[in-house]
């Protein structure tokens, strides 16, 4: 079946530090795959997607490439602020299904 | 322009007693979906339903567990004689039509449920 497997955490960074959280996955056929961020007392909250190989998706300057060769989708920002702190979670939707198989997530804690 | 509301957002229960999650979908959104949060764990899908209809019960445990989404008022999941393993963080999510195969949900804010 399909599976996530995200970056161990809790991360601590300080601010203006780079971030870097993996992700990998294993599905069957061609995956659509997301990042999703939750604030502290929050839902889910959809930070980013990509829906084909190569395609990265991007906003409040978080980045992830969607690697077909390394079945990967790698979180990726350049300089990380006290607001980004959060959990974030790696998904994945493949075939018809409508649900989204999810990662355990990565607590991230950025410090002034 | 409210997103997902899930309550209550915590609940004790003792062992035995039944538990009751609502959940009340963005407006205009017919698709809800459960996703259930063990400690330390990921989101575990539980099931997909439309408007009065279950499409995807696949992640529902076999027995005690039951939700509905009916024609008026919000989806319900119901958990009867509760056991200590069912201590979770109950998330809820919707979607429209739009967002067929993108994967876009939204989501509550979750429940959760302590047993004791």
């Known amino acids: 079946g399909d599976s996530v497997t995200q970056m161990e955490g809790p991360v601590t960074l300080s601010e203006e530090a780079f971030l870097t959280i993996n992700c990998t996955y294993t599905a069957t056929g061609y995956p659509s795959l997301f990042w999703y961020v939750q604030y502290p007392g929050e839902g889910l909250q959809l930070l980013l997607k990509?829906?084909?190989?190569?395609d990265k998706g991007s906003n409040k300057g978080f980045e992830a490439t969607y690697r077909k060769e390394t079945t990967s989708f790698h979180l990726e920002k350049g300089s990380v602020q006290v607001s980004d702190s959060a959990v974030y979670f790696c998904?994945?939707?493949?075939?018809?299904?409508?649900?989204?198989?999810f990662g355990s997530g990565t607590q991230l804690t950025v410090l002034p | 322009n409210a997103g997902v509301m899930q309550n209550p957002r915590h609940l004790v229960r003792r062992r035995g007693q039944e538990a009751r999650l609502r959940c009340s979908p963005v407006k205009g959104h017919s698709h809800v979906y459960w996703y259930r949060q063990l400690p330390e764990e990921g989101l575990k899908f539980m099931v997909y339903l439309q408007k009065e209809n279950i499409i995807d019960e696949s992640g529902m445990p076999k027995e005690r567990f039951s939700a509905e989404f009916p024609k008026e008022g919000p989806s319900i999941l119901r958990i009867q004689q509760v056991v200590r393993g069912d201590s979770a963080a109950y998330f809820c999510?919707?979607?429209?039509?739009?967002?067929?195969?993108?994967?876009?949900?939204?989501f509550g804010e979750g429940s959760r449920l302590t047993v004791l």
């Open positions: 999510a919707s979607s429209g039509q739009g967002s067929t195969n993108t994967g876009e949900l939204f």
């Open positions: 990509a829906t084909k190989a190569d």
């Open positions: 998904a994945l939707s493949s075939g018809s299904a409508r649900q989204l198989t």
